[in-house]
């Protein structure tokens, strides 16, 4: 069992910056892909990022390419989302996940641990 708990969520203005963090622990939580996603008011959970364990490849969504970095730690178990150039349709809830699968992948319904989540909220 894999638990996640995220941090560094807060109100910023717009073109601000953020990083928020997900410290994983439980099971091989050091060993397995990570994902971000985030849930705006009435809308579905979209993936944001995800980064393999092994080798540290990433993949973004097209609206966040060039504005968000995701990085990890596998010493900590952390894993990292730094946020430029925010815009207002960033005010969500952003989650971190967890799968199994050992390859980078983007729905939802593949990870199967997930954080409570942290709010953001972007200001214009």
């Known amino acids: 069992q894999v638990q996640l708990v995220e941090s560094g969520g807060g109100l910023v203005q717009a073109g601000g910056s953020l990083r928020l963090s997900c410290a994983a622990s439980g099971g091989t939580s050091s060993r397995v892909p990570m994902a971000w996603f985030r849930r705006a008011p009435g809308k579905e959970r979209d993936f944001l990022a995800a980064?393999?364990?092994?080798?540290?490849?990433?993949r973004y969504a097209d609206p966040v390419k060039g504005r968000f970095t995701i990085s990890r730690d596998n010493v900590r178990n952390t894993v990292y989302l730094q946020m430029n150039s925010l815009k207002p349709e960033g005010t969500a809830v952003y989650y971190c996940a967890a799968q199994n699968l050992g390859m980078i992948a983007t729905p939802p319904s593949v990870y199967k641990y997930w954080g409570q989540g942290t709010q953001v909220t972007v200001s214009s």
């Open positions: 980064i393999t364990w092994s080798n540290g490849d990433t």
